[in-house]
Nanobody, 119 residues
Framework: QVQLVESGGGLVPPGGSLRLPCAASGRIRRLNAMDWYRHAPGKQRERVAT???????NYADSVKGRFTISRDNAKNTLYLQMNSLKPEDTAVYYC?????????????WGQGTQVTVSS
């Protein structure tokens, strides 16, 4: 069984920073593309950032220049470094990954971690 577990969320003042790790565990043969999504109350879920297996990255316009996605394949861990946080970044942040398990590739989601930006 493969699991994704996010951590690192919390309450931070505007302009602050947080780093979210997402650890993958289980019978993993290969981590392919990995993403961070967020879901704020009353809004649609938004893809925040993506990193490919070759560590190519892309970002939503709303976070470009402030957020950085990275991965440590040796540790099966995805990260999201969030700087210059704004109140509109408040949301539940979810880790997503396409993971090769045995002879197939499946999509997995973490349980989410709450980020609240407020003074």
């Amino acid at each position: 069984q493969v699991q994704l577990v996010e951590s690192g969320g919390g309450l931070v003042p505007p302009g602050g920073s947080l780093r979210l790790p997402c650890a993958a565990s289980g019978r993993i043969r290969r981590l392919n593309a990995m993403d961070w999504y967020r879901h704020a109350p009353g809004k649609q879920r938004e893809r925040v950032a993506t990193t490919t297996s070759r560590s190519e990255t892309n970002y939503a316009d709303s976070v470009k220049g402030r957020f950085t996605i990275s991965r440590d394949n040796a540790k099966n861990t995805l990260y999201l470094q969030m700087n210059s946080l704004k109140p509109e970044d408040t949301a539940v942040y979810y880790c997503h990954a396409d993971i090769r398990v045995a002879f197939t590739t499946k999509s997995y989601w973490g349980q989410g971690t709450q980020v609240t930006v407020s003074s």
